[in-house]
């Protein structure tokens, strides 16, 4: 019996790349000695994406769907594609034509050899310098503060072995990021390095503060580096008092000379306060991913299905 391979893709406003990039990745896979099914999972588009999904899956069973409630974001729908695929192993690709498909053999060659996920990396990004330049700094920060080294460039475009997607699966975090949520398994792994495209048609769903909740969901669910910054922060403040007193303390007695820093304190203690603000605001956002999972919500909504059977 041939093994099974699942793809999962999320839709996300994809009309213009559903097809080709499903032609695009058929022709790559013929020569597999492998069956596969593709789950398309739309995220709340609000093009004609969905109809166009409906009308391959009455095509063809092997191409299924999920349509969820509205947009649930990128990482909710990469869960549900993951949460249905049945295959023996699961690659997971954006529909953007980002994720090229002349990738796909290789990742299966190195599943065969026995590694149980394949992660793909971008050499270099050809993104506008912004989004590269955040980018090279949040990888780095993530890579230093986190207490699970994760490494910059790779995205969610991986291959996952039937073995690690059961554990995965059972980790039901609400504020999720696969990114860091696959490495954290520890299974043994490649990196296939590959040159990222421009996107073909339509545009990116990922918006500058949709990036910074992402970035900020990555930071916060693999380090406690912020909250160690209080730490850091509490101990320079003592220090410099020290010295503040000292140096009061040498002028009166040695050179019976008394400045006054009230205006430099007031300085400090203006900065101090802004600093004050970003530890709350920190703290905040633990205590909101806690309420998160206090309020053990679902994390996504299915609303309709095509070819889709029991969970995977």
């Given at each position: 019996m ?9 839709v ?5 790349n559903?097809?080709?990039l499903?032609?695009?990745i058929q022709?790559q ?15 709340g588009s609000?093009?004609?994406?969905l ?9 063809d069973?092997?191409?299924k ?10 990482q909710?729908?990469?869960t ?20 090229p498909?002349?990738?796909l ?7 065969k ?23 090279k ?5 993530l890579?230093k ?16 072995d039937?073995?690690v997607?059961s ?9 999720r990021y ?17 040159e990222?495209?421009?996107?073909t048609?339509g545009e ?8 910074v ?5 990555g930071?916060l669910s ?6 160690r910054?209080g ?7 003592i ?22 820093l ?15 603000f ?11 991913k806690?309420?998160n999972e206090?309020k ?13 059977g029991?969970k995977g």
């Amino acid at each position: 019996m041939p093994m099974k391979l699942s793809i999962v893709l999320p839709v996300f406003n994809e009309e213009g790349n559903i097809i080709p990039l499903y032609e695009k990745i058929q022709e790559q896979l013929n020569f597999q000695d492998i069956t596969t099914e593709f789950i398309y999972v739309n995220d709340g588009s609000n093009d004609h994406s969905l109809s166009i999904l409906k009308e391959l899956c009455s095509k063809d069973k092997n191409i299924k769907y999920i349509s969820l409630s509205r947009n649930f974001g990128h990482q909710a729908a990469l869960t549900a594609g993951l949460d249905y695929a049945s295959g023996d192993a699961v690659i997971t690709m954006d529909c953007d034509f980002q994720d090229p498909p002349e990738v796909l053999p290789e990742m299966i060659n190195k599943w065969k050899e026995g590694f149980k996920i394949v992660y793909t990396r971008r050499k270099e990004r050809k993104d506008k310098f912004f989004k590269k330049f955040t980018a090279k700094i949040y990888y780095s920060l993530l890579y230093k503060f986190s207490d699970n080294k994760l490494q910059g460039n790779i995205g969610d475009f991986r291959l996952l072995d039937r073995t690690v997607l059961s554990i995965l699966n059972a980790m039901r975090e609400k504020s999720r990021y696969l990114r860091g949520m696959v490495p954290w398994l520890g299974y043994e792994y490649a990196i296939i390095d590959y040159e990222r495209p421009l996107r073909t048609n339509g545009e990116s769903g990922f918006s500058l503060l949709t990036m910074v909740r992402f970035g900020m969901n990555g930071i916060l669910s693999f380090s406690f580096a912020p909250l160690r910054f209080g730490l850091i922060l509490g101990i320079f403040v003592i220090i410099t008092g020290i010295i503040f007193f000292f140096y009061l303390l040498f002028n009166y007695l040695i050179n019976h000379q008394f400045y006054k820093l009230l205006e430099w304190m007031a300085v400090m203690n203006y900065v101090l306060i802004g600093f004050l603000f970003i530890l709350i605001w920190i703290i905040g956002e633990y205590i909101g991913k806690i309420y998160n999972e206090a309020k053990d919500r679902p994390i996504y909504i299915i609303n309709d299905t095509g070819n889709i059977g029991t969970k995977g």
